[in-house]
């Protein structure tokens, strides 16, 4: 039997696998899957997987699009809906004069205070978008599209095709 590899590597800082570092097992790599990932690793880590240590219970909460009292005093109109007009909260900077009549889904308690002194009210968007709907009647589609269709096949319909094939169809009975 001849020498075996230990015998032969004696005497060698590696033992035929090059440098001493290369021969260290897994920690030579700095450790395995996500070893490491909040120390060593991190860089690795926030590279190859950016939403890895992202909160996913934290929300960001949404933001209302505000207009301050001061603001409305711009307006000619005293009826206003600022859902409309893309704003989602009234805020109670400033003073009216003006016997107001707003249309908003928020408000301040300030904000509500200087109206109703003023003369004027406040009115929920969601109310006004719920009667909007009870308004409208209730007529299942098919029954409307059925009458369509039956008031379109009583008239007859001319066109100017039509008309010149008549023409010419008397012409040659002629």
Same mark, same amino acid.
Not at 26 to 49: D, P, Q, R
């Given at each position: ?7 032969k590597?004696? /005497? ?5 696998? /090059? ?8 920690? =030579?790599?700095? *450790?395995? /899957?996500?070893?490491? =990932?909040?120390k ?18 934290? &929300? ?25 007009? /893309?704003?989602?909260?009234?805020? *109670? ?17 300030q904000?509500? $205070? ?14 006004? &978008? ?13 029954e ?8 379109? $096949? ?5 066109? $100017?095709?039509? $008309?010149? &094939?008549?023409?010419k ?6």
């Amino acid at each position: 039997m001849g020498k075996t590899i230990t015998k032969k590597m004696h /005497g060698q800082k590696s033992f035929g696998y /090059g440098s001493k570092k290369k021969h260290r097992g897994h920690g =030579s790599k700095g *450790g395995c /899957g996500l070893a490491g =990932s909040k120390k060593h690793n991190k860089f690795k880590v926030w590279k190859e997987m950016p939403d890895h240590f992202v909160h996913i219970n934290l &929300k960001k909460k949404s933001e209302d699009i505000v207009i301050n009292i001061k603001d409305l005093e711009s307006f000619k109109e005293t009826k206003i809906n600022l859902n409309e007009l /893309g704003y989602t909260k009234l805020l *109670g900077n400033g003073e009216t004069t003006k016997k107001l009549e707003i249309i908003v889904n928020k408000w301040s308690k300030q904000a509500e $205070e200087k109206i109703t002194k003023a003369g004027g009210k406040i009115e929920s968007g969601k109310k006004v &978008k719920e009667t909007a709907t009870k308004d409208k009647e209730d007529k299942p589609v098919k029954e409307v599209k059925a009458k369509d269709l039956k008031a379109k $096949e009583d008239k007859p319909v001319k066109t $100017e095709a039509k $008309e010149e &094939k008549l023409t010419k169809e008397t012409k040659t009975s002629k």
